[in-house]
């Protein structure tokens, strides 16, 4: 079951968004992280999801309690491909991309193509199918940024040429290519900008700091910290991303949206509250900090507060208690 807590009165139970009973969703990566949540929430709505997937960061386990359900659908597929669904389809989201700097400096053409050509087949698919089109993008369209907190008005401070360079810029291309559609063909549109988000099927080797946490105190063994910790995030609880993501699916802004936790620690502190949670208390071990990385990261989240009533609900602290069994199950299968 979904919990959904928030202002507009929306409470627990199988049907939190109401609006979207009877809709065709396609989601482009809706077997990775955040894609299978957006995929459980639309079914638990009353949506008919049809979930796109190569598999290369996702996996079919992420959607499995979803598989034999009449509403879901899942195909293996690669998005950068000609893309049809048969039938109506009224929202099209666009969550195929690897996320992590482990992935796309794996995986760099592919996450230059999948930002790219990617997302142009999702958004001739949505106008195709005179279908809403909902782009996930994600706070490295700032870069590092030189503004603290980051407003969806700042234009960041991106290296188009460095390693991170592959996963900014198609963020930022399909943001453009995004508008691009909105504004010559008319179809509605919604941008997201993800900032940090956490929470369960997480992968525990995907190199983002709360699963190396995670992974390092429940073995009992130092956390790896990048450069002096010093750098700090927003991290947000993936049940507070997700209401936000489908409260702006359903309005009608098609201007870029920040999403995440205005609250912002440093990785020292993250990896305290990490040992915390866990009850262990290993240390920390300094890493080399990797090129590009960003110095601060916090959003703006004036414009989600204004225009969708959004603010996350759930503490850091709080949604790192939610996340631990999940790591406690991957890491050490109990």
């Known amino acids: 079951m979904v919990e959904v807590r928030n202002g507009n009165g929306r409470g627990p139970g199988l049907n939190p968004f109401p609006e979207l009973e009877e809709k065709h969703a396609v989601v482009l990566g809706g077997s990775g992280f955040l894609g299978s949540h957006i995929c459980t929430w639309m079914v638990y709505s009353?949506?008919?999801?049809?979930?796109?997937?190569?598999?290369i960061t996702g996996s079919a386990s992420n959607v499995g309690h979803l598989l034999g359900n009449p509403n879901f659908k899942l195909i293996d597929y690669d998005v950068t491909d000609y893309l049809h669904v048969a039938g109506d389809v009224h929202y099209v989201l666009n969550f195929a991309s690897p996320a992590s700097p482990v992935d796309y400096l794996r995986w760099p053409i592919h996450t230059l193509k999948v930002g790219s050509i990617g997302t142009h087949k999702g958004?001739?698919?949505?106008?195709?199918?005179?279908?809403?089109?909902?782009?996930?993008s994600t706070s490295e369209v700032y870069g590092d940024p030189l503004v603290n907190p980051q407003p969806e008005t700042y234009w960041g401070n991106v290296n188009p040429v460095g390693p991170r360079g592959v996963y900014d810029e198609a963020k930022r291309f399909a943001e453009a290519l995004t508008l691009a559609y909105h504004r010559q063909h008319g179809i509605p549109t919604r941008i997201v900008r993800i900032f940090n988000t956490f929470g369960p099927r997480m992968r525990g080797h995907d190199g983002r700091a709360i699963p190396a946490f995670f992974a390092a105190a429940l073995r009992n063994e130092a956390l790896p910290v990048h450069g002096d910790g010093s750098q700090t995030r927003s991290l947000c609880y993936v049940d507070d991303l997700i209401d936000g993501i489908l409260r702006l699916l359903l309005s009608d802004c098609t201007?870029?949206?920040?999403?995440?936790?205005?609250?912002?620690?440093?990785?020292?502190?993250?990896?305290e509250l990490v040992q915390d949670v866990v009850g262990t208390h290993p240390g920390v071990q300094f890493l080399p900090r990797p090129v590009d990385d960003p110095t601060v990261r916090r959003p703006d989240t004036q414009k989600a507060e204004d225009l969708l009533g959004w603010k996350p609900q759930?503490?850091?602290?709080?949604?790192?208690?939610?996340?631990?069994?999940?790591?406690?199950?991957?890491?050490?299968?109990?």
């Open 123 to 136: 958004l001739g698919l949505a106008l195709a199918k005179n279908a809403t089109f909902f782009l996930a």
């Open 46 to 55: 009353g949506a008919k999801v049809t979930c796109i997937d190569n598999m």
């Open 314 to 334: 759930i503490s850091l602290h709080a949604g790192l208690e939610k996340t631990l069994p999940w790591f406690r199950s991957t890491v050490l299968g109990r």
């Open 255 to 271: 201007e870029p949206v920040n999403l995440g936790n205005p609250e912002e620690v440093t990785m020292l502190q993250l990896a």
